[in-house]
């Protein structure tokens, strides 16, 4: 098994296949992955105003609490989503 120790050494993948059939011999360094967890300082939030349609507030408390979210919680979570979608296009 090979040790990934730094993030670049992790090629740009054409397909989920060829990133599965790396990622069978090849694993991440313990102290790579610990150095790179962000812990959140709540200094780092800026506060920001949105405008919604309020059915579609309700419609997405609703999910929330379904899901036993605070949805604010829950609407961060979903952009930080898309982010990363976008992110792979």
């Keep these: 098994m090979n040790t990934i120790t730094r993030w670049t050494d992790i090629p740009a ?3 989920e296949a ?3 059939r ?6 991440i360094d313990g102290r790579l992955m610990a150095s ?3 812990e959140a300082d709540s200094r780092e939030s800026t506060t920001i105003t949105l405008r919604f349609d309020p059915r579609m507030l309700s419609r997405i408390k609703r999910i929330a609490r379904s899901r036993f979210l605070n949805y604010q919680s829950m609407i961060k979570q ?7 979608d976008e992110n792979r296009k």
């Design 78 to 84: 979903w952009l930080a989503e898309r982010l990363e």
């Design 18 to 20: 060829e990133e599965a």
């Design 22 to 27: 790396f990622w069978e011999n090849h694993e």
């Design 36 to 38: 790179s967890v962000h």
């Design 13 to 15: 993948f054409a397909d």
